[in-house]
């Protein structure tokens, strides 16, 4: 139990193009996702945190105009990177919990590359 | 503040245990967890502590103190596929989100 699927598994596109993400729980419902960057041999990045219905919460330093989030059901969330440029080439990965004491589970994350 | 702090790399001999350890500073505790991550792939969860003491998971233990801000996780019969970054994280008080530590990179020799 508890998965969670991320697609795409890799973009790669051209700089100003804006690509978006979904992350879905596929056996569960996720009250809550989480969506993070992870740069070569350094730690995750929380980016935001989004409960379905609401808005995102942004951490500080992340631009929310940048990186769109919506999740609109209990079961999926999306991360659209708007106007990706080099510097927004990471790892993405998304993350989703039925319950406050449940463990997060991760997806597969995204690796874009932009050109 | 919030500090989760563990050691940056660790090595040991396949076939031995290594205990990897974990210490915490943060608003609040709502849990520990620990998760395995290999290179170039997204975590994995290994295990939760809310409660003091030792739980055991096969091969692989956790073990937490609350009132010492610590917990350890505890790998037996070292294998080679256990090369891996593990993460330790805390659910803080509003446990609206999940505090990861920096990873301790763990090489495993033959």
């Known amino acids: 139990g508890a998965v969670v699927s991320q697609h795409p598994s890799w973009v790669i596109c051209k700089s100003g193009t804006s690509v978006k993400i979904e992350c879905r729980s596929l056996?569960?419902?996720?009250?809550?996702m989480f969506w993070y960057r992870q740069f070569p041999k350094q730690s995750l990045m929380l980016m935001a945190t989004?409960?379905?219905?609401?808005?995102?919460?942004?951490e500080q330093g992340v631009e929310k105009d940048k990186f769109l989030i919506n999740h609109a059901s209990l079961t999926l969330s999306t991360l659209t990177v708007t106007s990706a440029h080099p510097e927004d080439s990471s790892f993405y990965i998304c993350?989703?919990?039925?319950?406050?004491?449940?463990?997060?589970?991760f997806g597969d994350g995204t690796r874009l590359s932009i050109l | 503040g919030q500090n989760i702090d563990q050691p940056t790399e660790m090595t040991a001999t396949e076939g031995a245990i290594v205990q990897i350890n974990c210490t915490y500073q943060?608003?609040?505790?709502?849990?520990l967890f620990w998760y395995q991550q290999h290179a170039g792939e997204a975590p994995t969860f290994l295990s939760y502590?809310?409660?003091?003491g030792l739980e055991e998971k096969g091969r692989f233990s956790s073990f937490l103190s609350r009132s010492k801000g610590y917990s350890y996780l505890l790998l037996k019969e070292l294998q080679m596929k256990d090369s891996a970054s593990y993460l330790c994280?805390?659910?803080?008080?509003?446990?609206?989100?999940?505090?990861f530590g920096s990873g301790t990179r763990l090489s495993i020799r033959p």
């Open positions: 993350s989703a919990r039925e319950g406050v004491r449940q463990p997060q589970h």
């Open positions: 056996d569960f419902q996720a009250t809550t």
């Open positions: 989004s409960n379905e219905g609401s808005k995102a919460t942004y």
């Open positions: 943060t608003s609040g505790f709502n849990g």
């Open positions: 502590n809310v409660l003091d």
């Open positions: 994280a805390v659910s803080t008080s509003s446990a609206s989100k999940i505090i």
